[in-house]
């Protein structure tokens, strides 16, 4: 007997295309998603001990959305609007930021533009 939550267990999909199909409110576990490609609503979707290496997300709307215990090394950000974004517990060794509104950024509290107004002063 199949369990009514596993209509489909160990099919395989492969290079199947599904569209306009309404999957609100699925579970996928275990499943393999590579190389797949979404043109979808994944509005209050959560993603869980999940393996998303060498994604590319290109207009996407993550207004809202919630990061924790994630590993974005290499990641490369452009045009990127992080306003109002709030970073705690954070690790920028290496990182580079170039060509950014740094206007009201505080670190540890501090405003930017005033370290940088004290960087040039005591050049």
């Not at 409110?25 to 609503?41: C, E, H, P, Q, T």
């Not at 994944?42 to 590319?56: I, Q, R, W, Y």
């Not at 930021?97 to 740094?102: H, Q, R, S, T, V």
């Amino acid at each position: 007997m199949t369990d009514k939550n596993t209509p489909f267990p160990d099919t395989q999909f492969k290079s199947h295309d599904f569209a306009k199909s309404d999957m609100s409110d699925a579970n996928f576990n275990g499943v393999d998603l590579s190389k797949s490609r979404f043109w979808a609503i994944l509005k209050n979707a959560k993603f869980v001990d999940s393996n998303m290496e060498a994604c590319d997300f290109n207009d996407v709307n993550l207004h809202n959305s919630t990061y924790e215990n994630i590993n974005l090394s290499d990641a490369r950000f452009n045009n990127i609007n992080m306003s109002g974004v709030s970073f705690s517990n954070l690790n920028l060794a290496n990182a580079e930021i170039n060509d950014a509104n740094l206007e009201g950024m505080k670190i540890n509290g501090v405003l930017v533009s005033d370290l940088f107004e004290s960087f040039e002063k005591n050049k």
